[in-house]
């Protein structure tokens, strides 16, 4: 079907459907890109990376400041959020995970929370708790794509984030380094053997999950109009959520699971009750793990 | 300044409950959970309510919360602990979302607003209202649940317990039937959470949702973490510390968080069994170092 008129004018049910439906895909990308940073990273370390949600900030605040000055271009101030978030994974790595690789499970996992206590204060320190609105406004302009009700935005966001999944996985199934990571978390010690350096590999890993982390908080920064320093936090729990609901250690699993997690929130909110809107993600994952305690794709696919 | 002390000192024994019953899980169960406060607050809500409504006495008010608290572990336990670790410290801490925002919602609660009044136990006759008397029966809390959690780790089924946490095939091979003992040990750690949220709410007075959110789980968690997992000694010393310890920051009250958080990653660097941590994790620790 195809509607021709105004979107904003006449809301059917079928297009509120359907605009519930983009707007849910354009959240889930989001959920999709930082739960390929969980993935990425609980693939080769078998460790939940709870701070990715204060890297997603990051990348979403090194862009919003620097375009702030106004005199940063906007595809300069994007790379630099990534690069901003890939360098604090990276110290978190060497920081708070890696002297505790080989421990209990537990103790990574605490000492990543506490690195998310420490850079949420430190943020709030440093800019403050108020919201800042995106510097640069962009075009609003509502359009009939093939009868989907989608604006400008939204379509740029979502093949944004379809690019940024659709290159990790070139890079993890057509290079040498993606190879070599695959590897690693096949099995570390085998990778070793074979001249793999892991510890490089494990950075790398930090690295890449970083910047597609940073990415999605870019992204959001954009399409809420907002960056503070808790905007983390709730995305950081629902994309661990999408991950496991993917399967954890599937890159493909992480992708379906977010877009899915952000669909079923956004119908969720509009048509159950959305008071409880973020619950929702974790009735869902609770509900997959009774059923399918692997995940909806099964095993470490790459 | 009396006053302040007999306050800390009732807020550290809520705490020790509720550290040395997560304890038990993460410590003798091996199992992770980051939904604790969850627990807590089910016992702080069913114990006001029910104390509100019917007027009951209170040991019975905090029977109800026990129980109540108990079977919510129960509910959550036997679907969830056949997973692995990883994923129950997600399925716990979403829990804890989904209770946190129930709480903020219902009607019964109060909304977010929460509950103002709760009343002030009274056993025989004798009323709870001096802060000083009130330590005394959070004293009589704490020594329960110490006891309680002293004789269970020391018995058959303690001893069970921590071969499963070791090594789970090897307990299931030797007999030990592994995912009741997980399920019951859960819904134990969850009742005395709820016993903790009794003995809270009946002290505060006014309870909302504020006070049983992941912050709180996570408070715990740390408390069981920074005074070593499996010693009961060591929750009992990580939740003093982490009491005061916020207490004496309070006038750097901006860096408090900061300071916490950065506390955290230091000491697991340097010591990751803990203050007190037992033998068995750090040996494992030193075993599977590469």
């Given amino acids: 079907m195809v509607w021709f008129a105004d979107i904003s004018q006449e809301a059917t049910p079928q297009t509120m459907f359907l605009q519930q439906l983009i707007n849910g895909l354009t959240t889930g990308s989001a959920y999709a890109l930082i739960a390929l940073g969980y993935t990425m990273i609980y693939g080769i370390l078998g460790l939940i990376n709870f701070a990715q949600g204060e890297i997603y900030m990051c990348g979403a605040f090194v862009t919003v400041l620097l375009l702030a000055t106004g005199q940063v271009p906007f595809l300069v101030a994007v790379a630099a959020g990534l690069i ?24 990574p996992l605490i000492s990543a929370i506490g690195a998310s206590i420490f850079l949420q204060s430190l943020a709030l320190l440093l800019f ?40 990790l996985v070139l890079f993890v199934r057509y290079t040498r380094y993606g190879k070599a990571i695959v590897a690693c978390a096949l099995d570390r010690d085998t990778a070793r053997l074979m001249g793999i350096n892991v510890d490089r590999m494990v950075s790398l890993t930090f690295v890449v999950g970083s910047a597609l982390s940073g990415a999605g908080g870019i992204m959001m920064a954009i399409y809420y109009n907002a960056t503070y320093p808790r905007m983390g936090f709730l995305p950081g729990l629902k994309a ?49 793990l009774l059923i399918r305690p692997q995940g909806i794709l099964r095993g470490r696919g790459h | 300044m009396t006053a302040f002390i007999v306050h800390l000192a009732i807020l550290a024994g809520i705490y020790i409950i509720l550290a040395v019953s997560l304890n038990l899980i993460v410590g003798y169960a091996g199992q992770v959970s980051l939904g604790h406060a969850a627990f807590y607050g089910i016992g702080a809500y069913a114990s006001t309510l029910v104390a509100m409504s019917w007027e009951v006495p209170y040991p019975l008010a905090a029977l109800w919360a026990m129980l109540v608290s108990g079977l919510c572990g129960l509910a959550l336990g036997l679907p969830t602990l056949r997973l692995k670790e990883d994923y129950l410290a997600i399925v716990t801490l979403g829990f804890g979302v989904i209770i946190d925002l129930v709480i903020r919602n219902l009607e019964i609660t109060g909304g977010p607003d929460g509950i103002v009044g709760v009343p002030t136990p009274v056993i025989l006759g004798l009323s709870f209202r001096n802060p000083l008397l009130y330590l005394l029966l959070v004293g009589l809390g704490v020594g329960f649940s110490l006891l309680f959690t002293y004789l269970l780790v020391n018995s058959y089924h303690g001893r069970a317990l921590k071969a499963i946490r070791d ?15 997980k399920v019951a040990i859960f819904a134990l750690a969850a009742a005395l959470a709820g016993l903790a949220g009794s003995l809270f709410a009946h002290y505060i007075k006014h309870i909302n949702y504020e006070s049983f959110g992941l912050h709180t789980s996570i408070l715990i968690v740390c408390m069981v973490v920074l005074g070593g997992m499996g010693s009961i000694l060591g929750s009992v010393l990580g939740a003093i510390i982490l009491t005061v310890l916020p207490e004496t920051l309070r006038q750097f009250q901006s860096y408090q968080d900061l300071i916490y958080g950065g506390l955290l990653v230091a000491l697991l660097v340097w010591r990751p069994q803990g203050l007190l941590g037992k033998g068995k994790l750090s040996l494992k620790f030193l075993e599977r170092k590469e």
Avoid: C
């Avoid at chain 1, 403050?128 to 075009?139: A, Q």
């Avoid at chain 1, 997690?261 to 609770?286: C, N, Q, R, T, W």
């Avoid at chain 2, 090594?167 to 003992?181: D, F, K, L, R, W």
């Fill in chain 1, 240 to 288: 661990f959520s999408a991950a496991v609901l993917g399967g954890v250690g599937n890159i493909p699993g992480a992708i379906l699971g977010g877009l899915l997690l952000g669909v079923a929130e956004s119908l969720g909110a509009a048509y159950i009750s959305s008071s409880y809107k973020d619950a929702i993600a974790f009735i869902i994952l609770i509900l997959v």
């Fill in chain 2, 167 to 181: 090594h789970e095939i090897t307990a299931q091979v030797m007999g030990i039937n592994s995912p009741a003992y």
């Fill in chain 1, 84 to 107: 901003g978030a890939a360098i604090l994974g990276l110290i978190l790595e060497r920081v708070a995970f890696r002297p505790l690789r080989g421990a209990h499970p537990l103790v």
């Fill in chain 1, 128 to 167: 403050g708790p108020n919201n800042r609105p995106f510097p640069l406004t962009f075009d609003f302009a509502a359009m009939n794509l093939w009868g989907l009700p989608v604006n400008t935005l939204e379509a740029v966001i979502l093949l944004a984030a379809l690019g940024f999944m659709g290159l």
